[in-house]
């Protein structure tokens, strides 16, 4: 599933999209598995960061754009579906989207493998923290899921308690805006800030 599979760049070249890309919010994106024939494409969302989902290590290949790009890896080993399946960690989970909710980071680009299940689940906690009714958080997990919709997903999502990712947004909100005329805007610009290499930040 891709929201955009293909555009031309100003120099006539073709930007192909990763499988399943799509926009999750502005400056928040989802895909599958990033290849050197994205890197194009990638080059030209303006990339700050990336949430990776998965427990392997990332390709050598790939780091090396990262670092040439600025762009920041966060790693956050969720395990794939296993038989017996394992619950997936709630505070793998948290840590992921506190990630994914600093608008420091944007844009920025989660991916899994396949952009389907540990994606879905990460944008399934997302769409509770903004409120939406449970209905059109599974409907959106089966748009990407398909037939190979998992139950340990939904119950990760269902179960994610989003009072703590309140607080931390808030926190954020306190710390970087203020108050009154003395308030700050969250801009990088604003900020004395050093883009380190992309190694991944496990968690």
């Not at 670092?67 to 038989?83: C, G, M, T, W, Y």
């Not at 969250?186 to 800030?193: A, F």
Request: aromatic share 10%; charged share 25%.
């Amino acid at each position: 599933m891709c929201l955009i599979m293909e555009a031309d760049d100003h120099d006539g070249c073709v930007l192909v999209a990763p499988q399943n890309f799509s926009m999750v919010e502005n400056g928040i994106y989802r895909s599958s598995f990033p290849k050197p024939e994205h890197f194009g494409f990638l080059t030209a969302l303006n990339l700050r960061s990336i949430i990776y989902l998965c427990p392997e290590p990332y390709p050598e290949e790939i780091l090396k754009f990262y670092e040439a790009n600025n762009i920041r890896l966060f790693q956050f080993a969720i395990e794939s579906q296993k038989d017996p399946p394992t619950p997936i960690p709630e505070d793998t989970v948290m840590a992921a989207l506190r990630v994914l909710v600093d608008v420091r980071n944007h844009p920025i680009l989660i991916h899994c493998k396949a952009g389907k299940h540990r994606t879905g689940c990460l944008v399934g906690c997302l769409r509770k923290v903004q409120n939406w009714c449970w209905s059109s958080v599974l409907e959106e997990y089966q748009k990407y899921a398909g037939s190979k919709c998992r139950q340990r997903d939904m119950k990760c999502i269902e179960t994610f308690d989003t009072v703590s990712l309140r607080q931390c947004l808030l926190s954020i909100m306190y710390r970087y805006l203020g108050y009154g005329p003395n308030r700050k805007r969250l801009l990088y610009g604003e900020e004395n800030v050093q883009t380190p290499k992309p190694q991944a930040t496990n968690v």
